[in-house]
């Protein structure tokens, strides 16, 4: 079975702390991809990075930065240095082998940044 | 270069009555997902489409709920004798092909989901 867990419902910051969301995957492929999403306010979905098995290299993307470790099955996110518009819902998700757009999402992480 | 269209943004719609769902896919894109999120959840897959063909409905609802993309045209989901539980967040992702990646497969920084359906039965 597939399965993604964010066990961090709620996250509250205050504006320029450093905050991690957590995700771990359970998958028995060993081929699959790893995403993140955003949810701000508004609703819509926004694309963060894609994630395949092969590649464990770390990412950083301005103040954000992913930590991929296949040995504990996670794939954290961290924004550093966060700020009041980084406020949103935050998925984490799954993909199989051979799954093509069939996402397994996690609960989502809801993080509130406060000036 | 349009992403993924689907309307309306809000639909609201009382009990018993239908609720109509569109996605127009990207470009050259002849694959779509439909997803939905219930208030406080994840998103949930639903059923994946090619045109003319349903490959995988593991996720619909057994009853009330069917889906389509035809030929020519959006796809649409279709929702008979709404309820108050059908209330959510209907997404829709599209692909040009499928396999592992493939819903951003060729291009690494864009999404392909659409915005969004918000659905209210009262």
């Known amino acids: 079975a597939q399965k993604v867990t964010q066990a961090q419902t709620e996250i509250s910051v205050v504006e320029k702390e450093d905050v991690t969301l957590d995700c771990v995957y359970e998958t028995r492929d060993t081929t699959y991809y790893l995403f993140w999403y955003k949810q701000p306010p508004s609703g819509e979905l926004v694309f963060l990075i894609r994630?395949?098995?092969?590649?464990?290299q770390n990412e950083i993307s301005g103040r954000y930065s992913w930590n991929f470790q296949k040995s504990t099955s996670s794939f954290n996110f961290t924004i550093t240095a966060s700020q009041v518009v980084d406020s949103a819902v935050y998925f984490c998700a799954l993909e199989g082998y051979n799954q093509g757009g069939k996402l397994i999402f996690g609960q989502g992480t809801e993080l509130s940044v406060k000036p | 270069n349009a992403g993924v269209m689907q309307n309306p943004r809000h639909l609201v719609r009382r009990r018993g009555q239908e609720a109509r769902l569109r996605c127009s896919p990207m470009?050259?894109?002849?694959?779509v997902y439909w997803y939905r999120q219930l208030p406080e959840e994840g998103l949930k897959f639903m059923v994946y489409?090619?045109?003319?063909?349903?490959?995988?409905e593991s996720g619909m609802p057994k009853e009330r709920f069917s889906a389509e993309f035809p030929k020519e045209g959006p796809s649409i989901l279709r929702i008979q004798q709404v309820v108050r539980g059908d209330s959510a967040a209907y997404f829709c992702?599209?692909?040009?092909?499928?396999?592992?990646?493939?819903?951003?497969?060729?291009?690494?920084?864009?999404?392909?989901f659409g915005q969004g359906t918000r659905l209210t039965v009262v």
């Open positions: 489409l090619q045109k003319e063909n349903i490959i995988d």
């Open positions: 470009k050259g894109h002849s694959h």
């Open positions: 992702a599209s692909s040009p092909n499928s396999g592992t990646g493939g819903l951003q497969l060729i291009l690494n920084t864009e999404a392909f």
């Open positions: 994630r395949n098995s092969f590649d464990e």
